[in-house]
């Protein structure tokens, strides 16, 4: 029996870790390359457009995010025919391989970026922290990185308690401290909400002249999800890519929060907490008059009950 050859349009949902890496590396091979990076980690590229996207992705997060199980550059690559360099690592590593250093040693030794008019990383998390880190091979590229960590090394972050696991890891040498890598950079932005601390200091520590902070507050601690699931991702990474992403666009961009459920919730928690009554009812009339939405118009109606009562009592 002929086994077709995987494409981009295959689906790679449900094959086993090993099947999947290898329908990968048949897929890039026709336009790219692919090469393993030690055991937990590989690079995939494609090359198309003059545009390059690099992006840095766990395999279990393109299997959580992606119909497609495929990496989340893919979708850029084929709507605007962008190239695609993925570095992927099998579970959070913060690419802090030797293999992957060296991998970007490499690129930089063969003037890999150099063959593109524009280069932008692009990483949300611990992989936000690498595109941030390594985006210094590509001076003058720009970076999109979502919920970044400056560095684990508890010398500089000891207050942020949710890696401690991973503070053996070298954060001090090669591609070390992130925001010190986007010196290089012409532009980058981080992506935050403000209302998570240990996330807002981090951002803080990416003060740069360069570096734009686009907040998202009240949209909790998913960014990425988030905007794919708003389906502003590409809107944004293309923004980025075409230089006129700034404050502005982004609240344009960010307008969508307002039709969605996550973010709503988020927020009537929020002034429910708070005791903001007036508030509280504000928002419920608001989603409530735009959508089928039961806990704003139950907590609408409540409020609205308990204000009436008052009302009553008082006259």
Known sequence: MTVEKPTLSTS???????EWRAAIAAIVKEDGSFEDLGRRHFAAFIEKGPTLLVTFETMQGMHALSDMAQPLGWEMLQAHGWSHLCLASDGDTWFR??????????????????????????GAGPCGYAA?????????ARVVAIQPQATLDPRVTEWDDRFTDMRGLDFRSRYGYAP??????????????????????????FTRP???????????????TDLLEMGQMAP??????????????????YRSRRDYRPYLRNLLD????????????ALCRNVTS??????????????ERRRDKVGAEEG
Do not use: W
């Open 132 to 140: 941030a880190a390594y985006s210094v091979a590509s001076p003058g």
């Open 270 to 281: 929020r002034l429910e907490g708070d005791d903001r009554d007036l508030l509280t009812m």
């Open 180 to 205: 010190d890598m986007l010196d290089a950079a012409e532009r980058a932005y981080v992506l935050y909400d403000p209302q998570e601390q240990l996330d807002a200091m981090h951002a803080a520590l």
């Open 97 to 122: 391989a030797p293999e992957v250093i060296d991998h970007f040693d490499s690129l930089i030794d063969d003037a890999f970026f150099d063959a593109f008019e524009t280069v932008l990383f692009y």
């Open 236 to 253: 944004l990474l293309k923004a980025a890519a075409e230089d006129t992403l700034d404050t502005l666009s982004f609240a344009r961009l």
């Open 210 to 224: 360069n570096v734009t902070k686009l907040r998202m507050p009240f949209m909790g601690a998913a960014l990425q």
């Open 12 to 18: 790679l949902v449900d094959m086993p870790k090993a």
């Open 290 to 303: 735009r959508m089928r939405a039961r806990r704003f118009s139950a907590r609408l109606n409540g409020l």
